[in-house]
C-alpha cells in the first residue's frame, strides 16, 4: 500500500529504502520486489511500480525528466508534443547542461543531448501534462531552436535552404511557423550556439 501511492511517479531507491524501512535489510526486499513484478527499473537507482502492483504508467516526458538532470524535454519530443511535426516520435529526446547520454528501457529510448549552460535555462515551460505529473519542456521556439542547433549535418545557408528544411524536411506547417514568437528568438540569438543559422531562421520566417 504504502508503494501504491507512487503508481504515476518514478521513485528513487533512496525513497524505496525509506518506504521499506521496516525490513532488516530494504534493499534485498527492492531485489526481491523487482524480480517478482512488483518494481521495474528504469536505470539504476530510479524505478517505477510494476505491472504486479500498477496498470498504469508514469508520463514517459516526466521519466526523462527524472532520468537524467538537469534536463528537459525537446525537439521532435516536444515538436510532436505540440502538433508542429506530424510523424510520431519514438523514444524522447531532451536537453541538458550535463554531456550528451542515452538510456534504454522498458519504455523505450531516452537522450540526453548536451548544450551550452549560458543557452539552457532559456524558454523551458512548466506543464502539468496530467495529474500530479508536471513535466519541464522546451517552448515551441526553443525545441525549434534546439533541433536546429544539435542535428548534425544541417546546411542552411540562405533562407531558400532554410525554408525548404523546415517545411519539407521536418514538415511543419507554415500557420505554426508564423505563430512562433520571434522576438523571443532573437532575444537568446546571443546566447545560441549557431548564431547565423539563428539569424537565418528568423529571417526566413519573417519571409513566410
Known sequence: MKLQQYANQPIPHFLLVNLLGEYL???????DLTKAGFL??????????????SNTTPEPFLIANQMFGPSY???DSALSFYGMIPEQVYGISSMTTKSSKSFQN???????????SIYYP????HLEIAPRQNVLIASRE??????????????????????AYLIENLRIDESDLKELDLDKISDWK??????????LLIKTIENL
Open 106 to 116: 522498458s519504455l523505450g529510448t531516452f537522450s540526453y543531448s548536451s548544450i551550452p
Open 40 to 53: 521495474e527499473p528504469l536505470k539504476k537507482g530510479l524505478y517505477m511500480l510494476g505491472p504486479k502492483l
Open 122 to 125: 532559456l524558454g523551458i515551460e
Open 190 to 199: 546571443p546566447y545560441c550556439p549557431k548564431k547565423e543559422i539563428v539569424k
Open 25 to 31: 535489510r530494504p534493499n534485498e526486499k527492492i531485489h
Open 73 to 75: 524535454v525537446s525537439m
Open 142 to 163: 526553443k525545441a525549434l531552436l534546439d533541433k536546429i542547433i544539435t542535428s548534425r549535418g544541417i546546411q542552411l545557408r540562405s533562407v531558400k535552404a532554410a525554408n
